[in-house]
T-cell receptor
């Protein structure tokens, strides 16, 4: 069983929609949870970073971690065409030596 | 500009011909790592380095070598490339393991 599971999509939404991207993980030792955004033919860029449980907000983006259910979420408000990309969730243990990625969800926002 | 650079960006080679992909970062980060990204398999860690002269295996180290002789550089070496090493390779660096900043990628084709 892969340690981080992510629905690959694709997910298509109209501009202005609220987008919910989700991952589940299986390793209880994971303490750090990240979301990366990857545009076509580019390297992943760090979008959000959360330690342990809770919410973190940055502009239109909100990252949420529920350790009791091992569920990771990223919400995008007022989605824009420029948000069209592949979103990767990632988790790691306290030491951070093993960063495990989900396979990514491809999002398309149409104007 | 703070960045991770990789060279070459594109490479076509033949089976068995040794090659090196260079990675350099100008952010004085201690932690560096290499990943490969394949369709349906996502990003998988090949090797990582916590500091100069300290390297360790990731999830898929077979067929690869690395060295970390100086802080800024972390080359990936394929001693005898095979077609199953055709992939998109990313180098990453970070001040601590969880917050990794990725390079632009190297697309490798082994014939």
């Amino acid at each position: 069983q892969k340690e981080v599971e992510q629905d690959p999509g694709p997910l298509s939404v109209p501009e202005g929609a609220i987008v919910s991207l989700n991952c589940t993980y299986s390793n209880s030792a994971f303490q750090y949870f990240m979301w990366y955004r990857q545009y076509s033919r580019k390297g992943p860029e760090l979008l959000m970073y959360t330690y342990s449980s809770g919410n973190k907000e940055d502009g239109r983006f909100t990252a949420q971690v529920d350790k009791s259910s091992k569920y990771i979420s990223l919400f995008i408000r007022d989605s824009q065409p420029s948000d069209s990309a592949t979103y990767l969730c990632a988790s790691s243990n306290q030491a951070g030596t093993a960063l495990i990625f989900g396979k990514g969800t491809t999002l398309s926002v149409s104007s | 500009e703070a960045q991770v650079t990789q060279n070459p960006r594109y490479l076509i080679t033949v089976t068995g011909k040794k090659l090196t992909v260079t990675c350099s970062q100008n952010m004085n980060h201690e932690y560096m790592s290499w990943y490969r990204q394949d369709p349906g398999l996502g990003l998988r860690q090949i090797y990582y380095s916590m500091n100069v002269e300290v390297t360790d295996k990731g999830d898929v180290p077979e067929g690869y070598k690395v060295s970390r002789k100086e802080k800024r550089n972390f080359p990936l070496i394929l001693e005898s490339p095979s077609p199953n090493q055709t992939s998109l390779y990313f180098c990453a660096s970070s001040p601590k393991p969880n917050l990794q900043y990725f390079g632009p990628g190297t697309r490798l084709l082994v014939l």
